[in-house]
């Protein structure tokens, strides 16, 4: 949850990308870093392992503006995509404020898209939240590798798979290009804001 402190005036939210592996969250972090580097205070800490996949997160605390009163900075996290990480998975999905799911649009790997959709609402589960109340946005990713002639899955096939229930926002997407790398992050912002309001009157009120 959104972490507020009163007598510096400032408001951190998290938002974590999920996804399955190689899928292109931390290349959608590092897009963000490159492109809005004037606005970032802090360096981006990547742990990867030996297959050069991330192991931990990227954090990337991202100044935004005020709201209420106080400094919004929003922390960018991601997880590792890797089964045998699943722990850590969840440990970075603790206190979570939102997230965005990113899809990898080939079709070899649909499976792997179904199976880690399956597996964030189960880690939800452990911090008795649901995946229908978590502000949520999907992004499927890789869409620029149709011009290199690898079969991929369409935008349709993709929301059909993904988002029949859940029926959140989502975007086509290239992470290595850019293409609504920044779509998505305001997107997911702006869907943490109405519960940050509410908590923020909380604090005034009390």
Do not use: C, W
């Not at 931990?56 to 935004?64: E, H, T």
């Not at 991929?152 to 059909?160: C, D, V």
């Not at 293409?179 to 940050?196: E, F, R, Y």
């Amino acid at each position: 949850m959104a972490f507020i402190n009163p007598k510096t005036k400032e408001v951190q939210i998290k938002i974590v990308y999920y996804g399955p592996g190689r899928g292109g969250k931390t290349t959608n972090l590092e897009y963000i870093y490159s492109k809005f580097n004037h606005r970032i205070k802090s360096e981006m800490v990547s742990l990867k392992t030996h297959g050069d996949r991330t192991l931990f997160f990227d954090f990337l605390p991202f100044d935004i503006g005020k709201v209420m009163g106080h400094t919004l900075k929003v922390q960018l996290y991601t997880v590792p995509g890797q089964v045998k990480y699943n722990a850590t998975r969840r440990v970075v999905l603790r206190g979570v404020d939102g997230i965005v799911f990113v899809a990898d649009s080939m079709k070899v790997v649909r499976e792997k898209n179904l199976l880690s959709l399956k597996n964030l609402h189960e880690n939800l589960k452990d911090y008795n939240r649901s995946i229908f109340r978590v502000p949520l946005v999907l992004q499927y990713n890789k869409m620029d590798l149709a011009e290199q002639g690898i079969p991929l899955l369409s935008y349709e096939r993709l929301e059909k798979d993904l988002n029949t229930q859940l029926k959140v926002p989502s975007f086509p997407a290239s992470a290595l290009r850019g293409t609504n790398v920044a779509k998505t992050l305001k997107k997911i912002i702006s869907m943490t804001l109405p519960s940050l309001q509410r908590n923020l009157k909380k604090e005034v009120v009390n």
